[in-house]
Structure formats: structure tokens, C-alpha cells
């Protein structure tokens, strides 16, 4: 699991964050000052580090120049004033990003898994997902179970990666109406339902006794672990 350490202090800021990256699927710990921040990153070595500027005990940017002589742990910088920026990101400090507040906390998410591709953390080969006897090819767009493709639609290929890229945890539909981003008029969790029985009846031997795609009563669905 790929772990986070947030060094924020504001708690409401913090709670938002943590919320919205441990339901990305990232482990989450979080520090309210840079001194204490500092030791955490030390004694847990997260792989990404979400830095805020101004922090009490100790400033970001010593926060971070500490992390950067020891190495190259992503970090994000948060900052209020776009101004500060500049100096964040490149040479002078190596944040190898920053966001502005205001943000919102799904950008943060976008930011956080842009930063840690680029910077090789999680490993990139991971664009071929095996899950059971099905193999979803993520680059090419490709499903093929016992070596034969299925075609599914963008909704229902991107609905089956959310589900068994993380095999046996359920999510609610709302969790899956986010991970397939649709236009807003496919707002309706019922929509899920629909594309769930297109995806079952392309990818499952028998559609009325699902193998893969297990429905969780009063959840959503879960693709079936191991
Ligand atoms: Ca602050």
C-alpha cells in the first residue's frame, strides 16, 4: 500500500485530505507541526509526503530541504498564496509539486498519483491487471479472459479496473460513480446497476451466478478477492 504523510495544521484541511486519499486507496498518517512532521517522515519513510508551508515548530521549507538531503521522497507543497510557488518546485527546494489552496481535495488526489508515476514510486509496470481469470491490459484498453477478448464499453472497462484493483474491498455506488467520472445526466447511482449487468453479462461465465463481480447488500459491489 502506498503510503502518505500529510504535515498540515489545519486539522479540518487534514481531515478532508486523508479522507479523500484513504478512500483512493492510500495509507494516510498525519503530523499538525514541521518538527513533528520531520520525525514522523524519519521513523515511517512514507512515499509521498503532502507538505504545507507554514507550519508551526518548524517552517515547510526546512521541513523539506531536511527530506531532500536525505532523498528523494516525493513532495507536495501546499501553499496559500500562488506567488510562493514558483520557488517551491524546481531547484531551489525540489518539491517535485505544489497546489494552491483553495483546492479541492479530489485535485490533490489527481496531483499525488501524477507525482508518484512520474516519480517511478508506484511501480508503472502496474498497467496489466490480473484479477482471477480475467487480464485487463490498462494501456491497450483490453480484456481477455482465457486469452479471449471481451469488449466492454470506456464505463464498463473503467468500472471493472475500480473493482479488481482492489479485489474484496466493497464500494458504495457513489465510490463507483466517481471512478468512472461520467457526464453529470449518468449521475444516478442507479446507473451503476445497469452498467453492472452489461459488465457481468460480457464478462461472466453465468451473469445470474456471479464469479467476478459479487453484489454486497446495501453497498455496491465487490470484485471477489483472490
Ligand atoms: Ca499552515
Redesign the pocket.
Known amino acids: 500500500m502506498t503510503s502518505i504523510l500529510i504535515i ?3 486539522p479540518e484541511l487534514v481531515k478532508i485530505l486523508r479522507a479523500y486519499l484513504e478512500e483512493s486507496g492510500f495509507k494516510v498518517s498525519s503530523a499538525y507541526r514541521g518538527d513533528t512532521g520531520l520525525s514522523n517522515w524519519e521513523n515511517q519513510r512514507p512515499d509521498l509526503v503532502i507538505l ?1 508551508l ?2 508551526p515548530g518548524m517552517d515547510g521549507l526546512d521541513v523539506a530541504r531536511e527530506i531532500r538531503r536525505k532523498t528523494d521522497t516525493p513532495i507536495i507543497m501546499l501553499t496559500a498564496r500562488v506567488e510562493e510557488a514558483d520557488r517551491l518546485v524546481g531547484l531551489e527546494l525540489g518539491a517535485d509539486d505544489y497546489i494552491v489552496k483553495p483546492f479541492s481535495p479530489r485535485e490533490v488526489v489527481a496531483r499525488v498519483r501524477a507525482v508518484l508515476r512520474r516519480s517511478g514510486q508506484v511501480s508503472t509496470s502496474k498497467t496489466f491487471l490480473r484479477a482471477a481469470d480475467l487480464e485487463v491490459d490498462l494501456d491497450s484498453h483490453m480484456v481477455t479472459r482465457m486469452g479471449q477478448v471481451i469488449d466492454l464499453t470506456p464505463t464498463e472497462f473503467n468500472l471493472l479496473v475500480a473493482l479488481a484493483s482492489q479485489p474484496g474491498r466493497a464500494f458504495t455506488r457513489l465510490q463507483l460513480l466517481d471512478a468512472i467520472q461520467d457526464n453529470a445526466f449518468e449521475g444516478y447511482q442507479r446507473t451503476i446497476d445497469a452498467h453492472i449487468k452489461n459488465l457481468r453479462a460480457k464478462i461472466e461465465l453465468d451473469p445470474k451466478k456471479p464469479r467476478y463481480i459479487e453484489t454486497v447488500f446495501g453497498i455496491g459491489y465487490r470484485f471477489i478477492k483472490g
Open positions: 498540515e495544521d489545519e504545507d507554514h507550519l
